[in-house]
C-alpha cells in the first residue's frame, strides 16, 4: 500500500506496546481476590483486543466460573492496573521512533484503543509515545468501543482529518473490523496478539522502519 496518508492512528496493545506482562499481572491480582487460579501469560495474550470488560469474561469463561462476576471484577481490575500500567510494558522495536518521524514531518498521529484514555496516555508518557501524539480516544471516551467506527472516527476528526485520508494501524481482526466499518485503510502488524494469516488487510507491517515507505511518506524517515 503506497498511498500517501494525510493523518495515521495506531492501536495501542500489540501494536505499539506489548503490555501483557502488565495486563497478567493486574488480572492475576483480581482472579486471586474472587479465589480463581491466575491465567498464565499466553492465556491473557489471547484475550487481549476485546477492552476489560472482554479480558474478565474472556477470564471467567476459561475458568468456568460464574459470567455474573465479571461487573465488578472489571473495575478492580480497571483500578489495580491503572495503578502500574507500565511496569514491564514495553515498547515494539522502532515504534516510537516511526511515530516521532510520522509527526516530525507534519503527519498528525492518534492512537484509537480500548484501553482507558487515562491508562493509555499513562502507558504513552511512560514509554516515549506521548510528545508525538496528537488525539487520543479511549474505551472510556463517550464514542463506544471498537470495532464500532465510532471511536476512530472521532480520533480522525480529533486530527482534523478524514477517513479516506487516514491509515489505521492495528494487530487484531477488532482493528480490521473497526477500519473497515470506518472506510479507513489499514495496515497489521503481525508480532501482536492477532493471527496476521486470518486478517485482511490493506497491507502487513512487518518492521516499523518500512512504515513510511508503506504510506507514501518516504521523507518521514
Known sequence: MNAGARAVVFDLDGTLVDSVADVAAALAAVLREAGIHPLSEAEVRGLMGHGAPGLLRGALRLRRCDPGEAEWMTRRFLDRYAAAPAVRSTA???????????????????????????????????????????????????????????????????????????????????DIATARAAGVRVLAVPFGYGDVSALEPDGILADYAALPGMLGLAEAG
Not at 503527519?107 to 484503543?113: L, S
Not at 484501553?115 to 474505551?139: N, Y
Not at 480520533?155 to 492495528?170: F, H, M, S
Request: hydrophobic share 50%.
Open 92 to 174: 515494539y522495536p522502532g515504534a516510537v521512533e516511526a511515530v516521532a518521524a510520522l509527526a516530525a514531518a507534519g503527519v498528525p498521529v492518534g492512537i484509537c484503543t480500548n484501553k482507558a484514555a487515562w491508562t493509555a496516555r499513562s502507558v504513552l508518557r511512560a514509554l516515549g509515545f506521548a510528545p508525538h501524539v496528537g488525539a487520543l480516544v479511549g474505551g472510556d471516551s463517550g464514542h463506544g468501543m471498537k470495532p464500532d467506527p465510532e471511536p476512530l472516527l472521532a480520533c480522525i476528526a480529533a486530527l482534523d482529518a478524514a477517513p479516506e485520508d487516514t491509515v489505521y494501524v492495528g494487530d487484531h481482526h477488532v
